[in-house]
């Protein structure tokens, strides 16, 4: 299978750098690695020359869209899969994209999505947490799978995730005006059209963000809006069980280690969280001033009514 690779990028540093260091090295090279960089003035770090396959694009600010802008990425791609990474994602070693391709040779699966690590002596906490989220074991998901799994069964994150582009294409790909959130959107739509899901554990990639408890906040406030407004299966199953289990986990892992002041830390966050989805998942109901105050994507109500 030919594969091509989409990074979008805003004012990327040396982790961009790392990451395409790490592609060059691959036993399965992309054909293409696909820039969609925001504003041209903001690229200022110096990209490989030697890379011959690596493509930019720059877009305005303004045009920039988590949904769309991946949408052109992938339409500037004639490969039967496209691999989508972030800037700030970096190869663990040199069979990242080979092991991404080994699940395609199930026709039913659609898309493939990596794992992702924290380093635990960097951030313990989000090393756990990244533990629970990616497991060591690789799972095929199905919609037979939603009674046992619920929201799980679409979880999928375009941190490092493939599709196959004829089946992507086939069900309209990535919701063009999305505020958030578009890689499990349109993973929930594989699922509803009988097609399966993978995750990797043997495609592994470093990242990890060590947000602020406000930081979380705004993140899951979108992310609230972006399950509501789209509907279908999101609202069919029930997110917040997987968070309060995480929780307890990641709590009781730290009373194990009577680290309690990274337990006080853990807590004020996971109210951070539970807030924002709260009020994120009733925004029909919030002046839009408010709203401009409580999301990360101000410049998605720009249009909104």
């Known amino acids: 299978m030919k594969i091509d690779c989409v990074i979008p990028t805003y004012k990327p540093d040396e982790k961009l750098l790392a990451c395409l260091k790490q592609l060059e090295k691959q036993t399965v090279k992309p054909g293409k690695i696909i820039l969609m960089n925001t504003e041209e003035s903001l690229l200022t770090i110096p990209l490989p020359k030697e890379m011959d396959n690596l493509e930019i694009h720059h877009i305005k600010k303004e045009e920039f869209d988590h949904g769309a802008t991946r949408d052109e990425g992938l339409h500037f791609s004639d490969a039967d899969v496209v691999l989508f990474l972030t800037q700030d994602a970096v190869p663990a070693n040199e069979f990242l994209v080979e092991n991404m391709l080994k699940p395609f040779e199930e026709e039913e699966v659609a898309a493939v999505y990596g794992r992702q690590m924290a380093d635990p002596k960097k951030s313990p906490v989000e090393a756990f947490t990244r533990k629970f989220n990616y497991p060591s074991e690789s799972r095929k998901k199905t919609e037979e799978d939603l009674p046992v799994l619920g929201i799980k069964t679409f979880f ?77 299966l999101f609202l069919k199953v029930k997110s917040e069980s997987e968070g309060i289990r995480l929780v307890k986990e990641t709590v009781k892992w730290l009373l194990e280690k009577k680290d309690y002041r990274r337990i006080v830390q853990v807590i004020w966050i996971s109210g951070c969280k539970y807030l924002g989805y709260k009020l994120g998942y009733q925004y029909e109901r919030l002046p839009k001033e408010l709203i401009l105050k409580l999301t990360m994507n101000p410049s998605y109500w720009e249009n909104e009514e």
């Open 156 to 232: 999928c994150s375009n941190v490092c995730a493939a599709y196959r582009k004829e089946t992507y294409e086939e069900l309209g790909g990535f919701p063009k005006k999305a505020i958030f959130n578009e890689d499990m959107i349109f993973a929930s739509k594989l699922i509803e059209a009988h097609k399966a899901i993978y995750y990797q554990a043997e495609a592994k990639v470093w990242h990890w963000h060590d947000y602020t408890g406000m930081e979380q906040f705004h993140r899951n406030f979108d992310l609230a809006v972006s399950q509501k407004s789209y509907g279908g």
